[in-house]
């Protein structure tokens, strides 16, 4: 922008010299002077506007599944297929949800005739979604460095990128092995229902003692529960926003948490039952870890909406008839539920441990309430708690909005 304000002042007085010159002296030199300094913008104007209609730019990803957190190959070529070189070229990327890796945004580039300059570098996204990632904007400049035309790319580039597969300690702060294994409620069996005396053969293994040492006298189980080897989650697709600033990466934390809870269970051999809303209630089953990949590629299609809200889910668990032979019942969702509180109760009957993760960045006063609810457990699990870079390129992002705006004020005022 200084170089810019610079050499529209330095042209402004070499026009007013020219000017000048025909004024109090006259003769061939000073009109042909005064000449090409007015033409010099005319055709500075011209140029721009022939580079902006001739320029192409090729971009691409390698690769089809791309996947939050992870780099992915990414390269761009500037092209220039005509007679005369182009100078003075830069181009912006998108930052809002992506960053372009190992790439100065300030180079400005100069192709010559009929040559092209290509990029070699890596693609990062930050959130599951489909959003634009690549080239934003093109800025031209003359030769002169007089006028400047900045104009949004005409063919972005639109990626589907799938949530990223994490541990679920980093996800959710804490071990849940432990956490689980501290509440009495995480029982693997069912209580016994009928018990008879001991008789020879019988497997020691079917001994309830506790019945024993009262009754005196060895005593097997004669019915036993069925063994709870399962987990169900139940994940809300409610869209809270129309912003895609900031349901893109609540959205994305979900699936993140879902799936790392999935994949937990799973790793340890524990049938999960994964559920959401999507014009009803769909059911997502995955029971070992052949069988994860075709999970995780069916729950990253998920579709979120404003007319999937959390509340209805709520209702469907409440519908649910049983929820024997499930050891937890997780819920993802973004607030607190009224309707939990009668879901609680009602697993708590079934010997069901109730997990209520929260993902929020602003923790309310339900975790204090709920606090002494039996066979209860919820956690605040953060947006971005490690989305430092997102938020970084969404302030770099905000400050050259800024700075454009300002520029935009700036050529206004040298105009009027």
């Known amino acids: 922008m200084?170089?810019?304000?610079?050499?529209?002042?330095?042209?402004?007085?070499?026009?007013?010299?020219?000017?000048?010159?025909?004024?109090?002296?006259?003769?061939?030199?000073?009109?042909?002077f005064f000449m090409l300094m007015t033409l010099i913008p005319v055709v500075s104007f011209l140029y721009v506007i022939y580079v902006?209609?001739?320029?192409?730019?090729?971009?691409?990803?390698?690769?089809?599944?791309?996947?939050?957190?992870?780099?992915?190959?990414?390269?761009?070529?500037?092209?220039?297929?005509?007679?005369?070189?182009?100078?003075?070229?830069?181009?912006?990327?998108?930052?809002?949800?992506?960053?372009?890796?190992?790439?100065?945004?300030?180079?400005?580039?100069?192709?010559?005739?009929?040559?092209?300059?290509?990029?070699?570098?890596?693609?990062l996204c930050l959130y599951r979604g489909e959003y634009e990632v690549g080239i934003k904007t093109v800025e031209i400049r003359d030769y002169f460095g007089l006028i400047r035309l900045r104009y949004r790319n005409r063919e972005t580039m639109q990626v589907i990128v799938k949530p990223k597969l994490s541990d679920l300690s980093d996800v959710i702060g804490l071990d849940l092995s432990q956490t689980?294994?501290?509440?009495?409620?995480?029982?693997?069996?069912?209580?016994?229902?009928?018990?008879?005396?001991?008789?020879?053969?019988?497997?020691?293994?079917?001994?309830?003692?506790?019945?024993?040492?009262?009754?005196?006298?060895?005593?097997?189980?004669?019915?036993?529960?069925?063994?709870?080897?399962?987990?169900?989650?139940?994940?809300?697709?409610?869209?809270?926003?129309?912003?895609?600033?900031?349901?893109?990466?609540?959205?994305n934390k979900m699936l993140e948490l879902t799936l790392a809870l999935a994949m937990h269970f799973t790793r340890n051999n524990t049938g999960v039952r994964a559920c959401y809303l999507e014009n009803g209630l769909v059911t997502k089953d995955v029971s070992g870890t052949a069988h994860f990949e075709r999970f995780y590629d069916e729950f990253s299609l998920v579709r979120?909406?404003?007319?999937?809200?959390?509340?209805?889910?709520?209702?469907?668990?409440?519908?649910?008839?049983?929820?024997?032979?499930?050891?937890?019942?997780?819920?993802?969702?973004?607030?607190?539920?009224?309707?939990?509180?009668?879901?609680?109760?009602?697993?708590?009957?079934?010997?069901?441990?109730?997990y209520v993760f929260l993902v929020s960045d602003e923790e309310s006063e339900i975790a204090v309430y709920v606090q002494n609810i039996p066979g209860f457990s919820v956690s605040f699990v953060k947006i971005h708690g490690e989305e430092e870079e997102g938020l970084k390129l969404l302030d770099e992002e905000e400050s050259q909005a800024e700075k454009a705006e300002s520029e935009k004020l700036l050529i206004r005022e040298d105009k009027s």
């Open 52 to 123: 902006f209609f001739v320029f192409r730019i090729y971009q691409n990803v390698e690769g089809k599944n791309l996947v939050a957190g992870k780099l992915a190959p990414f390269y761009f070529t500037l092209m220039n297929e005509q007679f005369i070189g182009f100078c003075f070229i830069k181009v912006r990327f998108f930052s809002s949800f992506s960053s372009i890796v190992g790439l100065d945004p300030d180079e400005e580039y100069s192709l010559l005739p009929k040559s092209g300059v290509r990029k070699n570098t890596s693609l």
């Open 180 to 251: 689980m294994a501290r509440d009495s409620m995480a029982e693997p069996y069912e209580p016994d229902v009928l018990v008879r005396e001991y008789e020879y053969g019988d497997d020691l293994r079917l001994v309830n003692w506790k019945v024993s040492a009262r009754s005196g006298q060895l005593m097997i189980r004669k019915e036993t529960g069925l063994q709870r080897d399962g987990v169900m989650i139940l994940m809300g697709t409610e869209r809270t926003s129309k912003d895609n600033k900031i349901y893109l990466p609540l959205e």
């Open 2 to 32: 200084k170089d810019l304000t610079r050499n529209r002042i330095i042209f402004f007085i070499l026009w007013a010299l020219s000017l000048a010159g025909i004024t109090f002296y006259g003769g061939s030199v000073s009109y042909g």
């Open 304 to 354: 979120f909406s404003d007319q999937s809200t959390e509340e209805k889910l709520v209702e469907e668990a409440l519908g649910m008839a049983a929820y024997s032979g499930y050891r937890v019942v997780f819920f993802v969702l973004t607030k607190w539920q009224e309707g939990l509180e009668k879901i609680v109760p009602i697993l708590h009957a079934q010997h069901v441990f109730t």
